[in-house]
């Protein structure tokens, strides 16, 4: 893998437990770690969903390896939220992790 090209700065969102002011339990987004990646769009599409359009986009993020990450972990980039589809380990070298994740854009009109 080329250094040069994890050129983005991301970061991996996790879940914790929390309350909030009514005693509830709630799930908090947290930082899991912030690392540089590659960013890419792999395909869109569009459909509709009660009476809204939406758009579906997945790309991919390529990144050094890190131990922990989940599929029902998060990520954020440039203020957008990814939600993670697959993690794939290529080789099962624990060079590189490639992570598919999918952002959702609602469009009104």
């Known amino acids: 893998m080329n250094p040069g090209i994890l050129r983005h ?11 909030n002011e009514a005693g509830d339990t709630i799930l908090i987004p947290s930082v899991f770690k912030s ?21 579906e986009l997945t790309y991919k993020f390529i990144l050094r390896y890190i131990s922990g990450v989940t599929p029902d972990m998060q ?3 440039k203020g957008r939220i990814f939600l993670i589809q697959d993690i794939l380990n290529p080789l099962e070298t624990n060079e590189t992790l ?12």
């Open 75 to 77: 990520l954020q980039f």
């Open 35 to 55: 690392v540089w990646a590659s960013v890419s769009p792999v395909s869109g599409r569009d459909y509709l969903e009660a009476k809204k359009l939406q758009a």
């Open 9 to 19: 700065k991301i970061t991996i969102l996790t879940s914790v437990e929390g309350t």
């Open 98 to 109: 490639e992570i598919m994740a999918i952002e959702r854009v609602v469009k009104n009109g």
